[in-house]
């Protein structure tokens, strides 16, 4: 209209906004800077967890007549063990806790921590009544040594629905031909340390192999030493009335 100014229109370029962009270089550093950020708050948070374990743990003893829940990994055992503590009123581990940060196990397999030492380590599980956790099955001899008068659970499950729960809980597929990165999820260092079976005298390379070992051998655990166990089936425990189920009630019993 006339008497009025108008103002040039920015030229636009392609794909270009007319503000000037950030810096590649200082895009960046913001980045690494957010990533150092997340790292320092987990550190925190892992020290401050660490530091509350130690805390808890100083003034705890270790239980000597334990009721150990053992079986494989998802074959059933944290669900088992929730249950007959509830029912009989004690104290749960359900697994340990250092353990699943910074799992042991092949240390104390191969002589290089005695297990007096790894029961000290993780004092505040041990003090427990009742302790599950799946990797007993691995350092079996050296558990029944240290509590002779530990009462022993033992959960098994059918093997082909175990592996296939571990697969979903790691979200791997069946049939890949090789692992090419170890697992990053969620308690990595302990998924990982699974995943390897030549510390625990399984020689399979395939990771379908390892976990089927990982099976037998629980499995064979079992059947070496049937007579000082309670053995619970997961898929009595998941199709019948556990108030009603006397292999469930019998670990309390004893």
Request: charged share 25%.
């Given at each position: 209209?006339?008497?009025?100014a108008?103002?040039?229109?920015?030229?636009l370029?392609?794909?270009?906004?007319?503000?000037?962009?950030?810096?590649p270089?200082?895009?960046?550093?913001?980045?690494?800077?957010?990533?150092?950020?997340?790292?320092?708050?987990?550190?925190?948070?892992?020290?401050?967890?660490?530091?509350?374990?130690?805390?808890?743990?100083?003034?705890?003893?270790?239980?000597?007549?334990?009721?150990?829940?053992?079986?494989?990994?998802?074959?059933?055992t944290?669900a088992?063990?929730?249950l007959?503590?509830?029912?009989?009123?004690?104290?749960?581990?359900?697994?340990?806790?250092?353990?699943?940060?910074?799992?042991?196990?092949?240390?104390?397999?191969?002589?290089?921590?005695?297990?007096?030492?790894?029961?000290?380590?993780?004092?505040?599980?041990?003090?427990?009544?009742?302790?599950k956790?799946p990797?007993?099955?691995?350092?079996f001899?050296?558990?029944?040594?240290?509590?002779?008068?530990?009462?022993?659970?033992?959960?098994?499950?059918?093997?082909?629905?175990?592996?296939?729960?571990?697969?979903?809980?790691?979200?791997?597929?069946?049939?890949?031909?090789?692992?090419?990165?170890?697992?990053?999820?969620?308690?990595?260092r302990?998924?990982?340390?699974?995943?390897?079976?030549?510390w625990?005298?399984?020689?399979?390379?395939?990771?379908?192999?390892?976990?089927?070992?990982?099976?037998?051998?629980?499995?064979?655990?079992?059947?070496?030493?049937?007579?000082?166990?309670?053995?619970?089936?997961?898929?009595?425990?998941?199709?019948?009335?556990?108030?009603?189920?006397?292999?469930?009630?019998?670990?309390?019993?004893?």
């Amino acid at each position: 209209r006339s008497g009025t100014a108008r103002l040039p229109r920015a030229r636009l370029t392609s794909g270009r906004s007319p503000v000037s962009s950030e810096s590649p270089i200082i895009t960046k550093l913001r980045s690494s800077a957010g990533r150092i950020h997340r790292r320092a708050r987990q550190w925190r948070r892992n020290f401050v967890a660490d530091l509350t374990l130690v805390l808890r743990a100083i003034p705890a003893r270790v239980e000597p007549r334990p009721i150990l829940v053992l079986g494989n990994h998802k074959s059933g055992t944290t669900a088992i063990a929730a249950l007959l503590a509830e029912m009989a009123g004690y104290p749960v581990t359900l697994d340990l806790a250092r353990e699943v940060k910074h799992p042991t196990y092949q240390t104390v397999r191969c002589g290089r921590m005695s297990i007096d030492a790894f029961v000290r380590r993780n004092k505040l599980d041990f003090s427990r009544k009742i302790i599950k956790e799946p990797n007993f099955i691995v350092i079996f001899d050296q558990l029944r040594a240290r509590f002779p008068d530990a009462k022993m659970v033992f959960v098994v499950r059918d093997p082909r629905d175990d592996l296939r729960s571990i697969l979903n809980r790691l979200r791997l597929p069946g049939d890949l031909q090789q692992l090419d990165q170890p697992y990053r999820g969620v308690n990595a260092r302990a998924w990982n340390l699974y995943l390897d079976g030549h510390w625990a005298g399984i020689e399979a390379d395939h990771y379908i192999e390892v976990l089927a070992g990982r099976w037998k051998l629980a499995a064979q655990m079992y059947l070496d030493h049937r007579d000082a166990m309670e053995r619970i089936r997961y898929e009595d425990f998941e199709l019948l009335n556990y108030q009603s189920h006397p292999s469930i009630k019998a670990p309390i019993a004893v």
